[in-house]
Every structure is written in C-alpha cells, then in structure tokens.
Nanobody, 124 residues
Framework: QVQLVESGGGLVQAGGSPRLSCAAS????????KGWFRQAPGKEREFVAA????????YYADSVKGRFTISRDNAKNTVYLQMNSLKPEDTAVYYC?????????????????WGQGTQVTVSS
C-alpha cells in the first residue's frame, strides 16, 4: 500500500505563489509517474499536471500551463506543484496521485493511489 499526504495549501491572494508537496510512504513509488488533480466545488475532478518517474517529461492542463510547474525528488519520495500567478478560478482541493505502472497520464482512472487533498483558496 501507498499513503500520500499533501501539504502547502491554504488561503492565498491572487497572484500568489504557493508550493504544494506530496509525500509518499509505504511501498516505494519513486519509479512511478505521478500527477496532480483538482476539484472545485460543484465540479468534477480535473487534471492539472503529471510527471514521469524520472522527472524528464511532464504534461500540463492548458489552464495552468506556464503558471504551474510539477517536479519530484525521488530520494525524498515527494512530488511538488509550484503554483505561480494564482487566480480565483484556481480555488479547489488539490490531490496528488500515483500512476499505474508503465507511464503517466492525464486520465484520473489511470492512477491507483490518491492523497486526501489539500484546499487551496485564492482570494481576489
């Protein structure tokens, strides 16, 4: 089993630049792709960013491209989401997830393990 714990969320002013962290424990997942998703009130969970096991490749949702950066430190079993130029529409619960073996993807159904989420609220 894998446990994922997100941190770094909170109340942020528009234009702010918080960094989310997601620490994994239990089974080693340093060789698995990882991703970040978010869910705003009344909306479905949506893809935000994903990174390959090596960190050499990444995907981003169009809505965050150029503002968010996903990275990972396999020695610490941690994945990060640096968020810059936040907007009120970025308000959501942010979840990290570990992809199924073999790749990384934008599809939530291809992720096996999920964290409990961290709330990010952007005030205008």
């Amino acid at each position: 089993q894998v446990q994922l714990v997100e941190s770094g969320g909170g109340l942020v002013q528009a234009g702010g630049s918080p960094r989310l962290s997601c620490a994994a424990s239990g089974r080693t997942v340093s060789n698995y792709g990882k991703g970040w998703f978010r869910q705003a009130p009344g909306k479905e969970r949506e893809f935000v960013a994903a990174i390959s096991w090596s960190g050499g490749n990444a995907y981003y949702a169009d809505s965050v491209k150029g503002r968010f950066t996903i990275s990972r430190d396999n020695a610490k079993n941690t994945v990060y989401l640096q968020m810059n130029s936040l907007k009120p529409e970025d308000t959501a619960v942010y979840y990290c997830a570990v992809a199924r073996p073999g790749g990384f993807t934008t599809v939530a159904g291809q992720y096996d393990y999920w964290g409990q989420g961290t709330q990010v609220t952007v005030s205008s």
